[in-house]
């Protein structure tokens, strides 16, 4: 029988046939470098424009693939938000949750029950479901990065966002509990039944454990770039690290800054002797870099693409092999990557040696020794 031959669905849909075509491949889009100057242009434009009514001042940076027409990569919306002097947000609360690097001036976060204050070049979460406010009190305007997994959510078709009473404010209680049926006995988690069925440790549980499930604490958090900038490497060979990771606690695992997002921190200090091409990694995960301060190339399959301050780059679509050739100016680069959401999925897979193993990290031992060929020095 045929594709063709097979039977309609009752409802619409079909039926297709997919016998003999073999594993799916990875499809990675093609790298992407968004300039300084493109975001600088960008920046001025918002800032021309009238108030709109809701105070969102923000272009989203869109991938010439995306199908959705507001995606950088395939599971990441990267968002240019502007607020000039005296300017705020009107409330709102998501269930997409977001990263935020400083660009340009500073702001006040409002977050669930928390005030941040955010400078250039700081990182901000704002986790799923909490309401929040950004307001620029100063005297300067306040360029944000804004990174999340929105497309993600509108590909699945649960991407939900409300806005709040204009009157909402830091600490102020929105929706509680409900209780949906009068009894004087609670069905929760800990009166429902769990019992093991197998040797294997397959479990039969009632249906409370997955509608009452227990809380994991997950804050907005505020990293200051210069308290993270002065735990890292000063000069070429002072031992301290070129790469950190902004880790969120509640990820727990997932080492992420949110659940879906890690962020690292890169510095190299200046006259670092550039190193000659060689092979690069690969991992499922995307990554996106935004190039604070410094020069230098990245080869992402072959493709050599230049970079400097203010850029950013998709410089690791999903499974491409990519490499990077800091010159000897230094660097400070943010990346993001959906690493911690592919973790969840177990769906991160690694390849430092293209000849070698592909790992899949966190369901097998990982790769080690991780740090010396990226703790760069002058040697």
Known sequence: MTATDLPPLALGGHAVDTTGQGPARP????????????????????SRAARPDDGRRCAALVH???TTGRSFSPGVEVVVEVLLPGESTTPIRRNSSLVQIGVEGSGLVEVGDTSLTMDARDVVTVPSMRPHRFVNHGDRRWVRLSYS?????????????????????????????????????????????????SPTGARLRGYEYLVDIEPVPNHPLHWPYEA??????????DGQRTIMALYNSATERRQGATNSFFVTLSRIPAGLTPRAEGPGHRHSSVAINYHVEGTGYS???????????GDLLLSAPSWREHAHYPSDSGLTVYTVQDHPQHIGMESLIWQEDLSGPIFALGLEKGQTGYTAPRNWDDE
Do not use: K, Y
Request: proline content about 10%.
């Open 299 to 309: 080869v992402v399959d072959g493709q050599r693409i230049d970079f400097g301050p």
């Open 64 to 66: 010439p693939e995306s």
């Open 149 to 197: 997994n929105a497309p993600l959510l509108d590909f699945l078709g649960t991407h939900f966002q409300e806005e709040l009473d204009a009157a909402w404010a830091p600490g102020l209680p929105l929706d509680g509990p409900i209780d949906m049926v009068e009894t004087d006995e609670i069905a929760d988690r800990g009166s429902a039944p769990d019992h093991e069925i």
């Open 27 to 46: 499809t990675p889009w093609a790298p992407l470098r968004v300039t300084g100057a493109e975001i600088a242009e960008t920046v001025e434009h918002l």
């Open 228 to 237: 993270a900038r002065a735990l890292m490497a000063q000069t070429l060979g």
